[in-house]
């Protein structure tokens, strides 16, 4: 099993923070995030980064039973 951590708007859509999934794939375990939390975490998803472990991988990443799934929406702010 994967773990995910949720930042930000992503975190909201869901209503947690961590969650964890089966899947071989990040791709997998991002689907079975969507079916769970629904259209608007979906919607928040198409504009996040993913991170296992600490490094951006593209969605065909192999994922091991200890590996963690970071989804990072946007994020925009600061001083002007």
Do not use: H, I
């Not at 939390?37 to 091991?64: H, I, M, Q």
Request: proline share 5%; with cysteine; hydrophobic share 40%.
């Amino acid at each position: 099993m994967a773990k995910m951590r949720l930042f930000a708007s992503a975190r909201e859509a869901a209503g947690t923070g961590s969650d964890v999934f089966e899947g071989a794939t990040v791709a997998d375990v991002l689907s079975a995030a969507e079916q769970r939390y629904g259209p608007e975490f979906s919607d928040v998803l198409s504009t996040c980064r993913v991170w296992v472990n600490g490094d951006d991988v593209g969605l065909d990443t192999a994922l091991g039973p200890n590996d963690e799934v970071a989804v990072l929406p946007p994020v925009s702010g600061g001083c002007t």
